[in-house]
Every structure is written in structure tokens, then in C-alpha cells.
């Protein structure tokens, strides 16, 4: 009402303002739903995240682009998907791969992705063919609201199983690392035994589709404990030059760890896969005209 009396010249000083009517953004670790432009914002606009590589030497990741308002990628409108490849090895969490979302005044989208060490850039344009109607709209809206407590449930295990992948991680190259100053020790000895059992329950944990949250997170906190004595004893002996012939005290571990220390989690950051020479895709989808740490990309 308000549109035609603007067009009929009846109402004056009313600026009328295109809006995204869901949120756009792709799939991160772990079928995630990340959100790059949220819903209801002003159009045109552009807005980027960086994301990462979740795997050590990935050289690829996909970029799938998603339309909706549900936690978990297979729950939205899927728009899209391109691959950016030519990623130079590296540690997981190290190469840093830009992802820009942007939509024109016609309501037209381009993603791009970017690896920043490379300049190496891939995107693809989604036009606008009709789009979502307003019931469809409306009814994915509602989904989102009516299943906001199963999605969030869904989204804590999610979470804490890559906090569960980042632990082993960490833990498997702290042993790799320093093999040889824990074979020398045998307090670190009995801890890197109790550790391998603890990890191979987190391991068999974490492929069962019907954990329970609390199991999980009970299961970090205690392999977690475990690793952080192993690392007090590791720098302990350090301090002393490394003596292989050095065993620590309960006291020295204690003493160790009873020292403030910050924790420094590795940024989230989505997992994908493209490159095809810097050419643009172009897809017609549906899509209404309406900005992966930290999120990682998933490997193609």
C-alpha cells in the first residue's frame, strides 16, 4: 500500500529500501552453515570473511553457496558451488582464503574466492531468474524458528567434535614433536599411555551419529587434562636442558601448571576447494534480490 501510493504520488518522504529476504553464505567444517550477508540487509552491499584449509597440505576447497536461515548446510536453498584450486601445501589453519559476497543494485550475486598468498581468485555469478516467492520466504523463516532448538543442539555437537579434531590434532604433534624427550620420561611415558586410550574413545565417539553432547565434551575435557600435564612435563624438562636422563616430579608438574597461561584457539575458519584460472562462472538459480575462523573449508 504504501509502494503504490509512493508510485501514485499520494505519500511523500517514505524511502523504500531493497533487502535480502534470507541470509546468504556457505558451507564451513562440518556441513556448517556460515553466514557471510545476514537477512534484511540493504541492498546493494558487499561484505567478506577469510576462512581456511582444515586439512594439512589441502591445495583445494569448494565453495558452495547457500540461501536460508537453518543451522546445517542441507537445511537451505543451495545456490551454487565452484572449486578454487592451486593452493600451495601448507599446515591446516595456515592459508587464508578471502570469500567476498556481493550483491548489485538488480539484485545480482557474485561470490568470488581469493587465496591471499597466491592472488589466485575463482568466482561465479547467480542471477536473479524469479527468485523465492513470498510464501516460500516465509516458510523457510518459520522452519528456522520451529526447529531452532534441534539446530542448535546440532550446531554444539558440531562444534565440539572439530574442538575434538583440533585436540587430536595438536596432541598426535606434540608426540611427533617431542617423541623422542617423552620416551625418556617415564611419568610422561604413563601419561602418553593413558592419552592413546583416551583419544581412541574420543576417536570412536565421534562416528557415532547418536552421541550425546555431554559424553563428548566430557571426553575433551578429560584427554585435554592428560595433554596439558604431558606438555607441563615436556617444558619442565626443556627448562632443565632437556635432560633425557631427567624425570619430573609430581611437584614439578604441579608447579608447571599452576602457572597462568593463555590458550589460543586456532581460528575458525570455512573449508572449500577453487580455481579455474580466475575465469567467472555464470548459473541462473533462483534467487530473490533482497556481506568460512572463524570458520575452515572442506577439502574437494
Known amino acids: 500500500a504504501i509502494q503504490a501510493g ?5 505519500v511523500e518522504d517514505v524511502l523504500l529500501l531493497d533487502v535480502t529476504p534470507l541470509s546468504l553464505g556457505i558451507e564451513t567444517l562440518g556441513e556448517v552453515f556460515t553466514k557471510i550477508i545476514e537477512r534484511n ?4 552491499t558487499s561484505k567478506s570473511q577469510v576462512f581456511s ?28 558451488k565452484f572449486l578454487l584450486t592451486g593452493i600451495p601445501p601448507a599446515p591446516r589453519g595456515v592459508p587464508q582464503i578471502e570469500v567476498t559476497f556481493e550483491i548489485d543494485v538488480n539484485g545480482i550475486l557474485k561470490v568470488a574466492a581469493s587465496d591471499r598468498g597466491t592472488g589466485k581468485e575463482q568466482s561465479i555469478v547467480i542471477t536473479n531468474t524469479g527468485g523465492l516467492s513470498p510464501a516460500e520466504v516465509e516458510r523457510m523463516r518459520r522452519e528456522a524458528e520451529d526447529y531452532a532448538d534441534q539446530d542448535r543442539r546440532r550446531m554444539e555437537l558440531v562444534q565440539l567434535k572439530n574442538q575434538a ?10 608426540i611427533k614433536d617431542h617423541g623422542e624427550l617423552i620416551s625418556a620420561n617415564l611419568q610422561a611415558q604413563g601419561l602418553k599411555e593413558q592419552a592413546d586410550q583416551q583419544k581412541q574413545h574420543l576417536d570412536t565417539i565421534m562416528t557415532d551419529p547418536s552421541i550425546e553432547v555431554e559424553e563428548v565434551k566430557e571426553a575433551i575435557e578429560t584427554l585435554q587434562k592428560t595433554v596439558l600435564e604431558i606438555g607441563g612435563i615436556i617444558y619442565a624438562s626443556a627448562s632443565l636442558g632437556s635432560d633425557p636422563e631427567f624425570i619430573a616430579s609430581d611437584e614439578t608438574v604441579q608447579e608447571s601448571n599452576s602457572n597462568d597461561s593463555t590458550q589460543i584457539e586456532p581460528d575458525a575458519v570455512g573449508e572449500f576447494v577453487v580455481d579455474f584460472e580466475n575465469e567467472t562462472l555464470e548459473v541462473d538459480v533462483d534467487y530473490e534480490a533482497v ?6 573449508l572442506k577439502d574437494r
Open 53 to 80: 584449509t582444515a586439512t594439512d597440505g589441502q591445495t583445494s576447497v569448494e565453495i558452495h553457496v547457500l540461501q536460508g536461515e537453518r543451522a546445517m548446510a542441507r537445511d537451505n536453498k543451495s545456490l551454487g
Open 6 to 10: 509512493v508510485l501514485g504520488g499520494e
Open 165 to 174: 579434531d583440533g585436540l587430536l590434532y595438536n596432541y598426535e604433534s606434540t
Open 291 to 296: 556481506d568460512y575462523g572463524n570458520s575452515s
Open 41 to 44: 540487509t540493504t541492498i546493494p
